[in-house]
């Protein structure tokens, strides 16, 4: 089994599966492992809109059959109207947080997002303090949480 994250290997070796091979976050190398290790089609459960293109990354080495396990929908909840820090946890979240926080921007508030593509679409907010996860994963994200930003 191959996972893209750490978290989903260690659910699954967890579960029984095994051997479990992850690539730490990186779909890229999620797709070179895949191409070196597989022989026949690769069913991939995943977001009924994933943010990466797998199928694409190994078209003509490997057949990607997708299964849609799940979908990330927009509650259209507001924003609370204080708050210190949020986490953003994908590209997808980082443009619904930055369309409810552009109207007014930022009074100051933190966002910490897993992945630079998580922060891509924050930078259109005024006064937002934005920081970035060293790696991937859950444990990264709340490091830099407690991490003041560089100076630039």
Partial sequence: ??????????AAAAAGF??????????????RLLAAATPGPVLAPGAREPSGDLAAMLAGRLEVRALPVYEAVETGAPVPAAFDAVLVHSPRAGGALAALLTVGGSGGQTAVAIS??????LGAVRGLDIRIAARPDEAALCEALGKPAPRV
């Fill in 1 to 10: 089994m191959f996972t893209v994250g750490d978290a989903t290997a260690g």
């Fill in 18 to 31: 095994g051997p479990v091979r992850s690539a730490a976050g990186d779909l890229g190398e999620l797709a």
């Fill in 116 to 121: 630079e593509a998580a922060a891509v679409p």
